[in-house]
């Protein structure tokens, strides 16, 4: 391959391991997937390097070595697509596409069939109906706290797009879903409102990140693994915050 081609490989297959990153994929997964690739189009001497907030990857092709790097902003849990990018990883590893091919295999893959607004807020609303159900919750309070989970995925993806950050995100949901939480139950649509807000505040809690700081750690990845443990940790407070502080703010105006 000629210089440019190499330079849009490399750039292809640095895309592809930060869209894996934002994904939810674990580190060792995204180190994984770049060598894998850079070994398929005949790159040498490479050294992969990925954090959760970045990536650097280097590697030799023919008489050149390249360098680049993507930092990782924002991250978004999404199974569906992370699959996707991994069947495509296997089938350029296979099929050895040219390198100005990847481009739009990569928006094919990004584009592709996504749960609609309606399934995601369904999906929201019977994961929070079934853990208050666990928790002890009556069946009006179970259908208090689908009713609330419901709405809350339309209020956190409203806040996501405005440019919220996720510590935002997380105490403005989880003090939204205390104060309808304790609003609903007090006028009588619900008898324990603490059950409520248990079953709706679990749709939030960061349980990727917390399993891949764990899974960071056993692979040696010290590193990654305090930073993707250490955000859950932190998000994990900030709802508690949230639902503690709007729990004792409703109960000082009375309701």
């Known amino acids: 391959m000629t210089e440019n081609e190499n330079e849009l490989l490399m750039s292809s297959i640095m895309d592809i391991g ?37 990536i650097i990857a280097s590697a030799r092709f023919g008489d050149r070595e390249l360098t680049y790097t ?10 569906e697509l992370l699959d996707r990018i991994n069947a495509l990883s296997r089938r350029i590893c296979s099929e050895k596409p040219e390198a100005g091919k990847l481009g739009a295999m ?49 209020v956190r993806k409203l806040i996501a797009k405005s440019g919220g950050n996720r510590i935002f995100v997380a105490l403005f949901c989880s003090a939204y879903s205390a104060f309808l939480a304790k609003l609903l139950c007090n006028v009588g649509l619900g008898a324990d409102p ?26 040696g990845d010290i590193q990654a693994g305090i930073m993707h443990m250490g955000e859950a940790l932190f998000l994990g407070v900030m709802i508690a915050v949230g639902a503690a502080g709007m729990f004792m703010l409703a109960g000082s105006m009375g309701l």
């Open 106 to 154: 990569l928006e094919s893959a990004r584009s592709g069939k996504h749960f609609t607004d309606v399934q995601l807020s369904a999906i929201y609303a019977f994961t929070s109906a079934a853990f208050t159900l666990f928790f002890g919750g009556g069946w009006i309070d179970t259908l208090i706290s689908a009713v609330i989970a419901g709405s809350l995925y339309y």
């Open 70 to 79: 993507r930092r990782v902003d924002t991250t978004q849990t999404d199974l």
């Open 194 to 219: 603490d059950k409520v807000i248990i079953g709706v505040v679990m749709v939030l809690i960061p349980g990727v990140e917390l399993v891949n700081g764990f899974r960071d750690f056993s692979a």
């Open 18 to 54: 930060k869209l894996m990153l934002v994904s939810g994929a674990e580190i060792y997964r995204v180190e994984d997937t770049i060598i894998r690739l850079i070994k398929a189009y005949g790159g040498s001497a490479w050294q992969v390097t990925a954090v959760p907030s970045h």
